[in-house]
C-alpha cells in the first residue's frame, strides 16, 4: 500500500499541522512516510499545502505531480489540484470554502462540512481533525490508534488535555463525510 496525498487549503485551516499529524500517525503505524509542507506566505492567508506519502515499502522520492488523494479546502486550491488526481482517486473538499464544486467523473469525490461540525462542536480549531476523520472513514491509510499515539506526538504537553476533543472531531468526522 502506498498513498500519495495533498493537503490544501487557506493559511490558518490547519493544513500543515494535519499532514504533520497524518505523518506521525504512519511512523506509530510503523510505515515509511514523507512530509513536504509549504512554507511562506501561505501562513497568513494564502494557500497552503502539504503532500504526504504513506508507504508499507520503501519511498523513492517526496516529489510529486500526480496525487491518490486530494484534501481540498478552499477554491483556489480545487482549482489547482484536481487535475493532478490520478485516475481512480480520490478528492475530499469541504462545503464551506468550494463555490464550484469538482467535476470530473474519473476519480471519487466526498464532500464533508467539517465547518458546520467544528460550528456544532463549539470549537473551530478541531476543523482539521473532523476533515482527517473524514478521510481515513474512506481511505483508511493509519489508524486511529496510530493517529492518538501521534497527537502525543505532535502537540506541545500544555495541549494533551485535549486529546479526547481531536479524537472525538476524528470520529466525527467519519460519520459526516458523504460520497457525492
Do not use: C
Amino acid at each position: 500500500m502506498k498513498k500519495e496525498i495533498i493537503i490544501s487549503g487557506f493559511g490558518g485551516q490547519g493544513v500543515l499541522s494535519m499532514g504533520k499529524i497524518l505523518a506521525y500517525s504512519g511512523l506509530m503505524d510503523n510505515k515509511e512516510v514523507t512530509w513536504m509542507p509549504a512554507y511562506g506566505p501561505e501562513q497568513r492567508g494564502g494557500t497552503a499545502n502539504v503532500t504526504v506519502i504513506v508507504s508499507d515499502e520503501k519511498i523513492s522520492s517526496p516529489i510529486l505531480s500526480k496525487f491518490d488523494i486530494a484534501i481540498v479546502l478552499n477554491q483556489p486550491s480545487l482549482e489547482k489540484f484536481e487535475p493532478k488526481l490520478k485516475p481512480g482517486g480520490i478528492l475530499i473538499y469541504d462545503s464551506f470554502g468550494i463555490i464550484n464544486p469538482p467535476t470530473r467523473s474519473d476519480i471519487t469525490v466526498y464532500r464533508i462540512d467539517a465547518m458546520d461540525k467544528a460550528a456544532e462542536m463549539k470549537n473551530g480549531k478541531v476543523f482539521n481533525m473532523i476533515v482527517l476523520g473524514g478521510m481515513l472513514k474512506v481511505a483508511p491509510v493509519v489508524s486511529t490508534a496510530g493517529v492518538e499515539k501521534a497527537l502525543f506526538k505532535t502537540l506541545p504537553e500544555r495541549h494533551h488535555g485535549l486529546i479526547p476533543l481531536n479524537m472525538q472531531a476524528i470520529e466525527e468526522g467519519g460519520k459526516i463525510i458523504a460520497k457525492q
